[in-house]
């Protein structure tokens, strides 16, 4: 541990947070825009689902840790939502236990401590020509649709809500891009830049809006030694 001890945000998931600091990602964007205010770890595990997560969940997130997060952004779902493999191959994770199982890491998250905030990221929707052309293959074809994804993105949203979690509608928000099928995706499921710009603005708007004490805003941070600076760079 090298100090000083800075405010720690936690991305943990899947392949949707294992590859954001890749491309211009939306990880690398959020480690920029809190530079010298806030750690941004990555817990990031590609071809994981909720079952996964929920497995590792005390290795990745002690209650005895010394220090806990501040705040947890959690991504699972896209793989969650894929549709059953006869031979049993597939990540998918049936709609009722993917939400259980979300409700279970909620539960843990919120228990390491009172100040440890949570972002709920729900699963986006996907190219499904350009994913077919990119994973020919390696997976099934039509193993993963924009049907079921609503779903599981509709079904995260509703236990945030439950639950009072803060919930970035990704599923909704990048499909108000006309473009976003041709430009959000590097191989139809994984964020380009442009994707993940619209995932951090998505995130600043909910660190924006929430009445967290402290906030949890960029701005509202300190930074670490001000005082040393010869100069300072104003963010717009």
Sequence with gaps: ??????????????????????????GAILADLYSRKADILVRGYAGWNSRNGLQALEQVFPKDASIQPSLVIVYFGGNDSMLPDPLG?????????????????ATHLKSLSQKTRLIFLTAPPVNEEQMRKAFSGIMRENGRTNKQLQMYSDACVELCREMDIKAV??????????????????????FSSEGSKIVVEEILKVLEEAD?????????????????????TARV
Excluded at 212 to 232: D, K, M
Aim: hydrophobic share 40%; glycine share 6%.
């Design 169 to 190: 509608d990704l599923f909704t928000s990048m499909q108000k891009r006309n473009d976003w099928s041709t430009v959000c995706f590097t191989d139809g499921i994984h």
């Design 212 to 232: 967290w004490e402290p906030s949890l805003q960029w701005n509202s941070l300190p930074t670490e030694f001000e005082e040393f600076a010869p100069y300072t």
């Design 89 to 105: 191959l597939s990540l998918h994770v049936p709609l009722p236990e993917y939400v259980e199982n979300m409700r279970k890491i």
């Design 1 to 26: 541990m090298v100090g000083p001890i800075r405010p720690q945000f936690v991305l943990f998931g899947s392949s949707i947070v294992q590859f954001s600091f890749s491309n211009g990602g939306w």
